[in-house]
């Protein structure tokens, strides 16, 4: 055997099991392949629980700061002070956030695969946006209100 004949059949042999792939190419005109099957679209989700866990959470804590100036000021100055169905309502509140939680957290990991992955980069973006900034609307949503029924109850 000569050496190009060698050359001839490696090059035969890696043609043959490595076929040439021009989905893989992708250019930056061209849109984005779309992912195989039995793979989930990691933007989508991400942009989804994102913005569940940013409206859950803020009509959540939204709910209790509305009330709770209302139903404290008559109560007392603890909670413990309430009615148990007003505390049984706070502590489910203050529960579900975890739940929400999970969700902004999930958000962020599956915008950062989606990311990694360059699926649907502006889904995966607002995904980690939203589910980043999930816990501060938490916060706003929860202090405007009590400082704005608090100051009109006093």
Do not use: H, K
Not at 73 to 82: I, V
Not at 136 to 141: F, G, I, K, R, S
């Amino acid at each position: 055997m000569t050496r190009g004949s060698v050359l001839r059949s490696v090059a035969a042999m890696n043609s043959a099991a490595f076929p040439a792939e021009t989905d893989d190419i992708v250019l930056s005109s061209e849109r984005m392949p779309v992912p195989p099957p039995g793979r989930w679209p990691a933007g989508r989700v991400a942009l989804t629980l994102g913005l569940i866990a940013a409206i859950g959470g803020v009509l959540t804590v939204g709910y209790v700061a509305v009330t709770i100036g209302f139903v404290q000021l008559p109560a007392g100055r603890l909670l413990t002070d309430t009615p148990a169905i007003y505390q049984g309502t706070v502590y489910g509140a203050a529960a579900s956030l975890l739940v929400w939680a999970a969700a902004a957290v999930t958000a962020v990991v599956a915008g950062l695969v989606g990311l990694v992955r360059r699926e649907r980069r502006g889904e995966a973006l607002t995904g980690v946006v939203a589910g980043f900034s999930a816990p501060v609307l938490w916060a706003v949503a929860f202090l405007v209100p009590v400082l704005v029924t608090s100051g009109a109850l006093l």
